[in-house]
């Protein structure tokens, strides 16, 4: 997912870009910030270093293995902050691998824009496949750190997270709790491997809910906020 607020291009687990727009930024000299959640394939593409330039920042979790293969990376931990330029980070847990990442986009603005990009923090119970009790802890995992954003940041404004059909039963059971939990203005689901209408059933549910919800169907696809 790529994020563009005027000023810069915020890149959230680049692995693939079909229509080359990444690229066709950077040739215009945007400026462009790589986020980086965690390793797995479908979120983390080493080929990112090819953007490599003056105009490109990397922010990772630690696990990532790209500090000192770019000029500008830094790598954080769950729990840490960050503040480079006027953008304020603040790097949150996951239930799987890595961490997950909010971003304020102007500290010194209280009416800039605020993003979440959950990486794989998600409620991963597999409920048809698995036992009672692992259903009950993955369920606990999540709820855990839910409570841990909910205590320091409960108003966001753009939400990229998972809507994963993969799951089975209650498949979008994690990302209901999520807006039920915090205030959310725009809801944008991902991670629905080509399943896209199987999310909105939850979208109708967001928008119930009073949560704005967007389903961006084919890469390149783009809207305004």
């Not at 841990?148 to 498949?171: E, H, M, Q, Y």
Request: proline share 4%; hydrophobic share 35%.
């Amino acid at each position: 997912f790529l994020v563009d607020d005027g000023k810069r291009c915020y890149v959230f687990d680049y692995y693939k870009d079909p229509n080359n727009i990444v690229w066709q930024l950077a040739k215009r000299g945007r400026e462009l910030w790589f986020f980086v959640s965690h390793t797995h394939g479908d979120h983390f593409n080493p080929s990112i270093t090819e953007f490599d330039g003056p105009q490109t920042r990397y922010i990772c979790h630690q696990d990532v293995p790209l500090e000192g293969k770019v000029k500008k990376c830094i790598t954080m931990r769950p729990g840490q902050d960050a503040l480079l330029d006027d953008v304020g980070i603040h790097m949150y847990g996951s239930t799987d691998e890595g961490g997950s990442f909010y971003v304020k986009t102007n500290t010194a603005n209280i009416d800039s824009d605020s993003i979440f990009h959950a990486g794989d923090l998600n409620n991963w119970h597999w409920k048809d496949e698995s036992t009672e009790q692992e259903v009950k802890e993955a369920e606990g995992n999540f709820l855990h750190e839910i409570k841990i954003l909910k205590a320091t940041c409960n108003n966001i404004d753009i939400v990229l997270f998972p809507v994963d059909p993969r799951i089975g039963s209650d498949f979008a059971r994690g990302a209901e709790q999520f807006i039920q939990q915090i205030h959310v203005k725009l809801f944008i689901p991902m991670h629905f491997w080509e399943k896209q209408e199987l999310t909105l059933p939850f979208g109708t549910y967001a928008q119930e809910k009073g949560v704005s919800f967007n389903l961006l169907q084919q890469p390149g696809e783009s809207l305004d906020i």
